[in-house]
């Protein structure tokens, strides 16, 4: 028996790997975050037990998942985008430590790859950026030392913020000193979801923006240059003087 953390994904049913997949329709029981997971994402199951964990608690999911282990019955633990970024799996494996039940953990698409898909971007450009900060705005639970907003925004990288949207004018006035007014910044609206939707502008009018659009929940904050970069040097990766193990230099 083994519990199996799945990342479904960002809300696009077909964004979920094949071998997600595979496990949801071969598990006899799914647990799935109802909250942020679509029901076409269980298509195919044939498991005898499926509960939306959405309205249960730790203690309660830490019981179902145990109570499969008794029964000799692998499990899908099914949760939005990639389980390892604020998928709450942390808490639920010490629980299986604990208890001895075997686990693993299957990758899932961020929804910040869907962002930048959405946005036809790519987060990364010679020259621009070449770092990725995926962070949270704290409200509920405090941020460690050392990550706050501002600490985070003395990089100038590429930046992805969740759970945010609320927050945008503090946000704003922590980014301001160091990206500057003219920075491209983006907030996107449930990303590969039928009803996904976003706007694009810079840090002086991104706030207007959102408030005609009425942002007020399930939306990730992209911040950073390449979101609007016309001038970049291109990689080395397909200059046709670079040599390297695959394309060596001919005589």
């Not at 030392?145 to 990089?155: K, T």
Request: glycine share 10%; aromatic share 6%; hydrophobic share 45%.
């Amino acid at each position: 028996m083994t519990v199996y953390f799945i990342g479904a994904g960002p809300g696009d049913p077909e964004l979920i790997t094949v071998k997600g997949q595979r496990l949801i329709c071969s598990c006899s029981v799914i647990l799935y975050a109802g909250s942020l997971v679509p029901e076409a994402v269980l298509q195919g199951h044939s498991a005898e037990q499926v509960v939306n964990t959405a309205e249960l608690n730790l203690g309660e999911i830490i019981e179902l998942l145990r109570q499969a282990h008794e029964r000799g019955l692998d499990v899908a633990r099914v949760h939005s985008g990639d389980p390892s970024l604020y998928g709450a799996i942390g808490e639920q494996i010490r629980e299986l430590r604990a208890l001895g039940i075997p686990f693993e953990i299957i990758p899932g698409v961020t929804a910040t790859a869907a962002c930048a898909a959405l946005l036809e971007s790519e987060l990364t450009l010679p020259g621009i950026a070449q770092t990725v900060i995926l962070t949270r705005y704290g409200t509920t639970s405090p941020m460690p030392e050392g990550e706050q907003l501002h600490d985070l925004a003395r990089h100038r990288a590429t930046m992805a913020i969740h759970l945010g949207v609320r927050h945008l004018p503090t946000i704003i006035a922590e980014l301001l000193p160091h990206y500057g007014a003219d920075c491209p910044i983006a907030v996107i609206h449930r990303a590969s979801w039928p009803d996904q939707d976003w706007v694009l502008g810079t840090l002086a009018d991104i706030e207007e923006k959102v408030a005609a659009k009425g942002f007020r929940r399930t939306a990730l904050i992209l911040v950073g240059r390449v979101l609007d970069a016309g001038a970049f040097a291109e990689s080395a990766l397909y200059d046709a003087t670079h040599r390297h193990l695959y394309r060596p230099g001919r005589d």
